[in-house]
Protein backbone atom coordinates (compact mmCIF):
# COMPACT_ATOMS: atom_id res chain seq x y z
CA UNK A 1 0.00 0.00 0.00
CA UNK A 2 1.20 3.55 -0.90
CA UNK A 3 -0.04 6.56 0.33
CA UNK A 4 1.39 10.08 -0.69
CA UNK A 5 -1.13 13.12 1.00
CA UNK A 6 -1.00 16.56 -1.17
CA UNK A 7 -2.00 19.48 -0.03
CA UNK A 8 -2.10 21.73 -2.70
CA UNK A 9 -2.93 25.92 -1.44
CA UNK A 10 -3.64 27.19 -4.55
CA UNK A 11 -6.52 24.65 -5.38
CA UNK A 12 -8.52 25.73 -2.28
CA UNK A 13 -11.58 24.41 -1.65
CA UNK A 14 -11.69 22.82 -5.31
CA UNK A 15 -9.32 19.89 -4.48
CA UNK A 16 -11.06 16.83 -2.93
CA UNK A 17 -9.60 13.58 -1.88
CA UNK A 18 -11.41 10.95 -2.99
CA UNK A 19 -9.15 7.88 -2.31
CA UNK A 20 -11.25 6.68 0.98
CA UNK A 21 -14.65 6.95 -0.82
CA UNK A 22 -14.49 5.84 -4.16
CA UNK A 23 -15.40 2.70 -5.48
CA UNK A 24 -12.27 0.14 -5.86
CA UNK A 25 -8.83 0.37 -4.07
CA UNK A 26 -7.02 3.81 -4.73
CA UNK A 27 -3.89 2.68 -2.43
CA UNK A 28 -2.56 -0.54 -4.51
CA UNK A 29 -1.86 -1.71 -7.55
CA UNK A 30 0.06 -4.17 -9.41
CA UNK A 31 3.17 -2.19 -8.41
CA UNK A 32 4.23 0.99 -6.85
CA UNK A 33 6.97 3.12 -8.11
CA UNK A 34 9.39 5.84 -6.58
CA UNK A 35 8.11 9.18 -7.84
CA UNK A 36 11.45 9.88 -9.11
CA UNK A 37 9.90 7.00 -11.75
CA UNK A 38 7.54 9.61 -13.13
CA UNK A 39 8.28 11.28 -16.30
CA UNK A 40 4.97 12.76 -17.65
CA UNK A 41 1.80 14.34 -16.55
CA UNK A 42 -0.51 12.62 -19.20
CA UNK A 43 -3.94 14.75 -19.97
CA UNK A 44 -6.75 12.84 -20.41
CA UNK A 45 -10.42 13.25 -21.59
CA UNK A 46 -13.22 10.54 -20.49
CA UNK A 47 -14.65 11.05 -24.25
CA UNK A 48 -18.00 10.81 -22.28
CA UNK A 49 -19.83 13.74 -20.81
CA UNK A 50 -21.29 14.54 -17.43
CA UNK A 51 -19.86 11.11 -15.77
CA UNK A 52 -19.16 11.06 -11.87
CA UNK A 53 -15.87 9.92 -10.20
CA UNK A 54 -17.97 6.80 -9.09
CA UNK A 55 -19.20 6.35 -12.13
CA UNK A 56 -16.20 6.46 -14.05
CA UNK A 57 -14.30 4.33 -11.38
CA UNK A 58 -17.14 1.46 -11.63
CA UNK A 59 -16.60 1.37 -15.35
CA UNK A 60 -12.87 0.59 -14.65
CA UNK A 61 -14.14 -1.94 -12.42
CA UNK A 62 -16.70 -3.71 -13.97
CA UNK A 63 -15.62 -3.21 -17.84
CA UNK A 64 -12.04 -3.13 -17.70
CA UNK A 65 -11.85 -5.84 -14.53
CA UNK A 66 -9.52 -3.56 -12.67
CA UNK A 67 -8.69 -2.99 -8.95
CA UNK A 68 -10.00 0.18 -9.17
CA UNK A 69 -9.61 3.72 -11.50
CA UNK A 70 -7.05 3.77 -13.76
CA UNK A 71 -6.92 7.90 -13.11
CA UNK A 72 -4.66 9.56 -10.43
CA UNK A 73 -6.97 12.54 -11.22
CA UNK A 74 -10.17 13.68 -12.09
CA UNK A 75 -11.35 17.02 -12.73
CA UNK A 76 -14.62 17.77 -13.50
CA UNK A 77 -16.19 21.28 -15.37
CA UNK A 78 -16.61 23.21 -12.53
CA UNK A 79 -12.60 22.97 -11.82
CA UNK A 80 -13.35 20.22 -9.00
CA UNK A 81 -9.82 18.46 -8.95
CA UNK A 82 -10.58 14.93 -7.28
CA UNK A 83 -7.79 13.04 -6.35
CA UNK A 84 -8.97 8.96 -7.05
CA UNK A 85 -5.70 6.97 -7.11
CA UNK A 86 -2.29 7.57 -4.91
CA UNK A 87 0.69 8.87 -7.11
CA UNK A 88 2.57 6.33 -5.57
CA UNK A 89 0.82 3.41 -7.74
CA UNK A 90 0.93 3.35 -11.39
CA UNK A 91 -2.12 2.61 -12.66
CA UNK A 92 -3.84 2.20 -16.05
CA UNK A 93 -4.53 5.39 -18.02
CA UNK A 94 -1.73 4.56 -20.96
CA UNK A 95 -0.36 2.22 -23.24
CA UNK A 96 2.86 0.22 -21.88
CA UNK A 97 4.30 3.54 -20.09
CA UNK A 98 2.11 3.44 -16.95
CA UNK A 99 4.95 2.97 -14.73
CA UNK A 100 6.23 6.74 -16.19
CA UNK A 101 3.08 9.10 -15.72
CA UNK A 102 0.28 10.35 -13.93
CA UNK A 103 -2.63 10.06 -15.49
CA UNK A 104 -4.95 13.78 -15.64
CA UNK A 105 -8.83 13.42 -16.74
CA UNK A 106 -10.68 16.08 -17.52
CA UNK A 107 -14.62 15.22 -17.64
CA UNK A 108 -15.87 15.68 -21.08
CA UNK A 109 -15.51 15.15 -24.93
CA UNK A 110 -13.14 17.24 -26.48
CA UNK A 111 -14.09 16.63 -29.96
CA UNK A 112 -15.85 18.89 -32.86
CA UNK A 113 -15.12 22.31 -31.61
CA UNK A 114 -15.64 21.20 -27.71
CA UNK A 115 -13.22 22.50 -25.25
CA UNK A 116 -13.15 21.97 -21.56
CA UNK A 117 -14.18 24.94 -19.01
CA UNK A 118 -12.03 27.83 -17.97
CA UNK A 119 -13.16 26.79 -14.75
CA UNK A 120 -11.78 23.32 -16.01
CA UNK A 121 -8.26 24.69 -17.63
CA UNK A 122 -7.46 27.47 -14.78
CA UNK A 123 -8.11 24.04 -11.96
CA UNK A 124 -5.72 21.96 -14.52
CA UNK A 125 -2.93 24.44 -14.51
CA UNK A 126 -2.64 24.94 -10.95
CA UNK A 127 -2.35 21.40 -10.27
CA UNK A 128 0.06 20.65 -12.93
CA UNK A 129 1.88 23.66 -11.46
CA UNK A 130 1.62 22.33 -8.22
CA UNK A 131 2.79 18.78 -9.33
CA UNK A 132 5.81 20.67 -11.58
CA UNK A 133 6.98 21.93 -8.38
CA UNK A 134 6.32 19.10 -6.51
CA UNK A 135 10.18 18.33 -5.11
CA UNK A 136 9.58 14.33 -5.30
CA UNK A 137 9.00 14.02 -8.90
CA UNK A 138 12.32 14.88 -9.36
CA UNK A 139 11.84 14.56 -13.36
CA UNK A 140 8.61 16.59 -14.02
CA UNK A 141 10.34 19.81 -13.62
CA UNK A 142 9.19 21.94 -16.86
CA UNK A 143 5.93 22.46 -18.69
CA UNK A 144 7.35 20.59 -21.55
CA UNK A 145 6.16 17.22 -19.68
CA UNK A 146 2.76 18.15 -19.93
CA UNK A 147 1.46 16.02 -22.28
CA UNK A 148 -1.78 15.22 -24.08
CA UNK A 149 -2.37 11.35 -24.37
CA UNK A 150 -1.31 11.15 -28.27
CA UNK A 151 1.51 12.63 -27.81
CA UNK A 152 3.26 9.99 -25.64
CA UNK A 153 5.26 7.59 -27.69
CA UNK A 154 3.65 4.98 -29.09
CA UNK A 155 -0.19 5.21 -28.00
CA UNK A 156 -3.02 4.95 -30.96
CA UNK A 157 -5.14 7.64 -29.72
CA UNK A 158 -7.11 10.70 -30.20
CA UNK A 159 -7.59 11.58 -26.44
CA UNK A 160 -7.85 14.00 -25.23
CA UNK A 161 -9.67 14.98 -28.35
CA UNK A 162 -8.92 16.57 -31.86
CA UNK A 163 -8.48 20.44 -29.80
CA UNK A 164 -6.03 19.65 -27.53
CA UNK A 165 -3.45 21.73 -29.70
CA UNK A 166 -5.97 24.83 -29.33
CA UNK A 167 -5.94 24.60 -25.02
CA UNK A 168 -2.85 22.62 -24.24
CA UNK A 169 -1.25 26.77 -24.12
CA UNK A 170 -4.23 27.28 -21.47
CA UNK A 171 -3.42 24.76 -19.27
CA UNK A 172 0.75 25.61 -19.47
CA UNK A 173 0.10 29.00 -19.68
CA UNK A 174 -2.53 29.73 -17.19
CA UNK A 175 -6.01 30.88 -18.14
CA UNK A 176 -6.13 34.13 -16.25
CA UNK A 177 -2.86 35.21 -17.85
CA UNK A 178 -4.28 34.45 -22.11
CA UNK A 179 -8.16 35.10 -21.67
CA UNK A 180 -8.90 37.74 -18.46
CA UNK A 181 -6.64 40.26 -16.95
CA UNK A 182 -3.25 41.47 -17.91
CA UNK A 183 -0.54 40.47 -15.83
CA UNK A 184 0.21 42.80 -12.63
CA UNK A 185 3.49 43.40 -14.32
CA UNK A 186 1.83 44.35 -17.87
CA UNK A 187 -0.32 46.34 -16.54
CA UNK A 188 1.97 48.79 -14.59
CA UNK A 189 4.21 48.78 -17.54
CA UNK A 190 0.39 50.20 -19.80
CA UNK A 191 0.29 52.62 -16.77
CA UNK A 192 3.80 53.97 -17.22
CA UNK A 193 3.60 54.02 -20.69
CA UNK A 194 0.37 56.40 -20.35
CA UNK A 195 1.62 58.32 -18.13
CA UNK A 196 4.65 59.55 -20.07
CA UNK A 197 2.48 59.66 -23.28
CA UNK A 198 0.38 62.62 -21.26
CA UNK A 199 4.01 64.09 -20.28
CA UNK A 200 4.69 64.46 -24.04
CA UNK A 201 1.67 65.58 -24.78
CA UNK A 202 1.48 68.37 -22.59
CA UNK A 203 5.11 69.46 -23.57
CA UNK A 204 4.30 69.43 -27.73
CA UNK A 205 1.02 71.80 -26.35
CA UNK A 206 3.44 74.06 -24.40
CA UNK A 207 5.69 73.87 -27.63
CA UNK A 208 3.43 74.62 -29.81
CA UNK A 209 1.99 77.60 -27.56
CA UNK A 210 5.53 78.62 -28.15
CA UNK A 211 5.75 78.78 -31.31
CA UNK A 212 2.56 80.68 -32.27
CA UNK A 213 4.00 83.59 -30.03
CA UNK A 214 7.40 83.29 -32.08
CA UNK A 215 5.48 83.60 -34.98
CA UNK A 216 3.56 86.08 -33.84
CA UNK A 217 6.67 88.72 -33.56
CA UNK A 218 8.03 87.46 -36.88
CA UNK A 219 4.63 88.56 -38.15
CA UNK A 220 5.20 92.01 -36.15
CA UNK A 221 8.93 92.84 -37.51
CA UNK A 222 8.14 91.71 -40.77
CA UNK A 223 5.22 94.29 -40.52
CA UNK A 224 7.31 96.80 -38.87
CA UNK A 225 10.91 96.24 -41.00
CA UNK A 226 9.67 94.99 -44.85
CA UNK A 227 12.51 95.51 -46.77
CA UNK A 228 14.41 93.55 -44.58
CA UNK A 229 14.80 89.72 -45.17
CA UNK A 230 15.58 87.99 -41.97
CA UNK A 231 17.21 84.92 -41.55
CA UNK A 232 14.58 82.22 -40.13
CA UNK A 233 15.01 81.92 -36.46
CA UNK A 234 17.33 78.53 -35.19
CA UNK A 235 15.13 77.86 -32.22
CA UNK A 236 11.84 78.08 -34.13
CA UNK A 237 13.30 75.03 -36.83
CA UNK A 238 13.93 73.27 -33.70
CA UNK A 239 10.43 73.55 -32.37
CA UNK A 240 8.89 73.08 -35.82
CA UNK A 241 11.18 70.09 -36.22
CA UNK A 242 9.97 68.18 -32.88
CA UNK A 243 6.48 69.36 -33.94
CA UNK A 244 6.40 67.35 -36.91
CA UNK A 245 8.68 64.26 -35.23
CA UNK A 246 5.45 63.85 -33.12
CA UNK A 247 3.11 64.01 -35.13
CA UNK A 248 4.98 61.39 -37.10
CA UNK A 249 4.92 59.63 -34.54
CA UNK A 250 1.61 60.24 -33.68
CA UNK A 251 -0.59 60.43 -36.42
CA UNK A 252 -4.26 62.05 -34.66
CA UNK A 253 -6.85 59.20 -33.79
CA UNK A 254 -4.17 57.33 -32.99
CA UNK A 255 -3.81 58.81 -29.18
CA UNK A 256 -4.53 56.28 -26.21
ZN1 LIG B 1 -6.37 9.15 -22.67
Not at 15 to 21: G, H, K, N, P, V
Not at 24 to 35: I, K, M, Q, V
Not at 120 to 145: A, G, M, P, R
Not at 232 to 255: M, Q, R
Request: charged content about 20%; some cysteine; aromatic content about 8%.
Amino acid sequence: MAKTDLNIPSLGDKFIDLRDSLPGDAYTWSWERPLSQINYLAIHHTGVENQTPSQIANSHITANGWGGIGYHFLIDKQGFVYYTGDISTARANVANLNEQVLGICLIGNFVSGEVPSQEQLDSTHKLCEFLISYSELSNVKSWDKVRGHTELPNQSTPCPGDNWPSWRIQIVEGVSLVFNTPSPNSKSQVDSLQTSLAYVNQQVFTLQEALQEKDKEIMELKKSQPEIARPKDATLTIVGALINLYKFLIPPGKEM
